[in-house]
């Protein structure tokens, strides 16, 4: 007995929807976004080993007072957990790296998969903001490499979220969420925009001495 043609796109349609391929380009920035963060990581851990080795070595992303890669390396919120920040950024970042391979070679990776990397994302930028607030308000300088953790992390959260959510918003197409999902980058933009203000006023009395 032939199955109906309408009963078999019945069965087709949960699994497409679940495992279907991410947009290119979003595929193209988590791999991008992934290999910058994962240098960024791995320069900060070349750089804290030399300073384990040697006290007195002065990192390459020293370039003033205020961005100094030094300054907060020495500092307990440099290893939260024990041990340097930039291991946690190793792993991570490989993950991501991995996935973006997959997404650009147009492998269609369970939705599933997408909504926990979303998930882990979620978590980094949270870590995020707290490193901010302490650079900001506790340790008093800004390092470079983790500026360039910061902003890759983010995007990476707003572009594996939009795929993690983007077939269900598709299906309700309407609703603050998907309000927000189409303007995820001016929403993005507004956000880096609030960081930059911040440094800039916490800061002031330095950044007007070089005016």
């Given at each position: 007995?032939?199955?109906?043609?309408?009963?078999q796109?019945?069965?087709?349609?949960?699994?497409?929807?679940?495992?279907?391929?991410?947009?290119?380009?979003?595929?193209?920035?988590?791999?991008?976004?992934?290999?910058?963060?994962?240098?960024?990581?791995?320069?900060?851990?070349?750089?804290?080993?030399?300073?384990?080795?040697?006290?007195?070595?002065v990192?390459?992303?020293?370039?003033?007072?205020?961005?100094?890669?030094?300054?907060?390396?020495?500092?307990?919120?440099?290893?939260?957990?024990?041990?340097?920040?930039?291991?946690?950024?190793?792993?991570?970042?490989?993950?991501?790296?991995?996935?973006?391979?997959?997404?650009?070679?147009?492998?269609?990776?369970?939705?599933?998969?997408?909504?926990?990397?979303?998930?882990?994302?979620?978590?980094?930028?949270?870590?995020?903001?707290?490193?901010i607030?302490?650079?900001?308000?506790?340790?008093?300088?800004?390092?470079?490499?983790?500026?360039?953790?910061?902003?890759?992390?983010?995007?990476?959260?707003v572009?594996?979220?939009?795929?993690?959510?983007?077939?269900?918003?598709?299906?309700?197409?309407?609703?603050?969420?998907?309000?927000?999902?189409?303007?995820?980058?001016?929403?993005?933009?507004?956000?880096?925009?609030?960081?930059?203000?911040?440094?800039?006023?916490?800061?002031?009395?330095?950044?007007?001495?070089?005016?």
């Open positions: 007995m032939t199955t109906p043609v309408s009963a796109t019945d069965d087709l349609t949960p699994q497409s929807r679940s495992e279907a391929p991410a947009p290119a380009p979003s595929a193209w920035w988590v791999l991008i976004a992934g290999v910058i963060g994962l240098a960024a990581s791995a320069a900060l851990t070349v750089e804290k080993i030399d300073l384990l080795l040697n006290p007195a070595y990192p390459s992303c020293n370039f003033n007072p205020i961005l100094s890669c030094g300054s907060v390396m020495v500092t307990p919120q440099a290893s939260l957990l024990g041990f340097p920040n930039p291991l946690l950024g190793l792993v991570a970042f490989t993950v991501v790296v991995v996935t973006g391979l997959l997404a650009v070679t147009k492998l269609a990776l369970p939705q599933w998969y997408w909504t926990g990397l979303a998930i882990g994302l979620l978590i980094g930028a949270a870590f995020v903001h707290w490193l607030y302490q650079s900001l308000y506790r340790i008093g300088a800004l390092c470079p490499y983790c500026m360039v953790v910061w902003a890759a992390t983010i995007t990476l959260l572009v594996v979220a939009s795929i993690a959510c983007r077939p269900a918003l598709q299906r309700r197409g309407h609703g603050v969420a998907w309000a927000l999902y189409e303007w995820r980058w001016s929403v993005t933009a507004l956000w880096f925009t609030a960081v930059f203000l911040l440094i800039m006023a916490r800061f002031w009395d330095y950044w007007s001495t070089l005016l």
